[in-house]
């Protein structure tokens, strides 16, 4: 008997996926028999031209969206059965997307608690648990806020403190910083990696900038459209952790210019 054998599923295993909106002439074929594994921790980035289906992809993932064709599971749970989803597969998922989608009658500290509510814990440990949240993503001194009282950028920590607060196994991030400036967005992204970093967290990232995905990842998806495919996938090398500094070395430059390359051909194509 070989012991060598590793029998642990991976952390989210997309087997064949497709998805198609519609029917008839007037189908959309939004991801085509797509496959992909995520071990615990690793951190994989989407990337490619509008309306190749990235959002899809996540969605589905997400237990959001019903694939038409394949499966998605999660920690060897399926997430859907059909067009039916499992709410145990998606237990440890959390989502973000690129608006901050807060409540604005609620301060951000009740915003961040929301997710808690399902758990049946007290009142005052959820609230307990969010400032402590609100602390580890720079918003301590905020808690009593309301969402229109801060910044974007801030918003968008908040809405990070939110997918954060149930300590999810699996994040799920839709340009979670996409409409911030460029210095919010590397300080927002080097938060992002130290968190996922520190609890193991696996993430797939949806963004269009090549220098985000080559920076936060272990692994970089290409994704092409007509049909929407995954054309290639790339191997970031870099140890972690990674500072911006790692930005202006060539190796990193050449694997952005590769990526670059990869995804003009697959628009091409
Ligand atoms: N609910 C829906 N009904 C019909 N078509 C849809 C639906 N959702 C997405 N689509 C189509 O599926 C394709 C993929 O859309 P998706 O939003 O996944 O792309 P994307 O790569 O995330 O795009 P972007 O980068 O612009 O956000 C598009 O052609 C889109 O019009």
Not at 53 to 81: F, H, Q, Y
Not at 176 to 183: C, K
Not at 204 to 209: E, M, Q
Request: proline share 6%; net charge positive; with cysteine.
């Amino acid at each position: 008997m070989n012991h060598d054998v590793d029998i642990t599923p991976a952390e989210i295993d997309i087997r064949g996926l497709t998805k198609i909106f519609g029917e008839g002439p007037q189908a959309v074929t939004a991801i085509s028999r797509a496959d992909l594994d995520l071990d615990r921790g690793a951190f994989i980035s989407l990337l490619g031209p509008s309306g190749c289906g990235k959002t899809t992809l996540l969605r589905v993932v997400a237990g959001l969206e019903a694939p038409s064709e394949g499966n998605v599971s999660i920690r060897g749970l399926p997430v859907w059965r059909g067009r039916k989803r499992s709410r145990k597969a998606t237990r440890p998922v959390s989502m973000m997307f690129q608006e901050a989608r807060l409540f604005p009658w609620y301060s951000v500290a009740e915003n961040v608690a929301l997710p808690l509510r399902i758990t049946g814990m007290s009142k005052s440990d959820r609230m307990a648990r969010a400032h402590e949240i609100c602390a580890t993503v720079g918003l301590k001194g905020f808690e009593n806020h309301r969402p229109a009282q801060l910044s974007g950028g801030m918003r968008q920590r908040a809405s990070l403190a939110r997918a954060l607060v149930t300590d999810p196994q699996v994040l799920l991030l839709d340009e979670p910083f996409g409409a911030l400036d460029a210095m919010t967005r590397d300080t927002l992204n080097l938060e992002l990696m130290e968190v996922c970093a520190r609890a193991r967290v696996t993430t797939i990232l949806v963004t269009h900038s090549i220098a985000e995905a080559a920076f936060l990842s272990d692994r970089v998806v290409v994704l092409a459209p007509r049909p929407a495919r995954i054309t290639n996938v790339v191997e970031i090398p870099f140890a972690r952790p990674r500072t911006l500094d790692l930005q202006r070395s060539t190796a990193f430059q050449d694997i952005v210019a590769d990526l670059r390359t990869q995804l003009t051909e697959g628009h091409d194509a």
